[in-house]
Nanobody, 121 residues
Framework: QLQASGGGLVQAGGSLRLSCAASGRTFGSYVMGWFRQAPGMERAFVAAISRGGIIVYYQDSMKGRFTISRDNAKNTVYLQMNSLKPEDTAVYYC????????????????WGQGTQVTVSS
């Protein structure tokens, strides 16, 4: 089970850190990802991180602004979001269980419930 938190309302240029806590003892064996879905849009890839946290993969538009990280001892993956823009407004979802780092949502087996991020201009 995945539980995302940390969303909220922030002004453009601000920052938020999302967290996704996982239950179970196999967290460290999962590739983890973050996706987002804006109103009327399809779910879109944001970032992914390898099992050990060494390799990361970002959607191009997030590079330099977003940072994905994980703490396997705490069964938690994070998404630090800086320099937020109104177009970053979306529901953000964490996902787990892809066989490798991938942007393809269908390859993730487990999903959290989502956390709303709203960026005002």
């Amino acid at each position: 089970q995945l539980q995302a938190s940390g969303g909220g309302l922030v002004q453009a240029g601000g920052s938020l850190r999302l967290s996704c806590a996982a239950s179970g003892r196999t967290f460290g064996s999962y590739v983890m990802g973050w996706f987002r879905q804006a109103p009327g849009m399809e779910r879109a890839f944001v970032a992914a991180i390898s099992r050990g946290g060494i390799i990361v993969y970002y959607q191009d538009s997030m590079k330099g602004r977003f940072t994905i990280s994980r703490d396997n001892a705490k069964n938690t993956v994070y998404l630090q979001m800086n320099s937020l823009k109104p177009e970053d407004t979306a529901v953000y979802y964490c996902a787990a269980g892809a066989p490798s780092l991938t942007r393809v949502s269908g390859q993730y087996d487990y999903w959290g419930q989502g956390t709303q991020v709203t960026v005002s201009s």
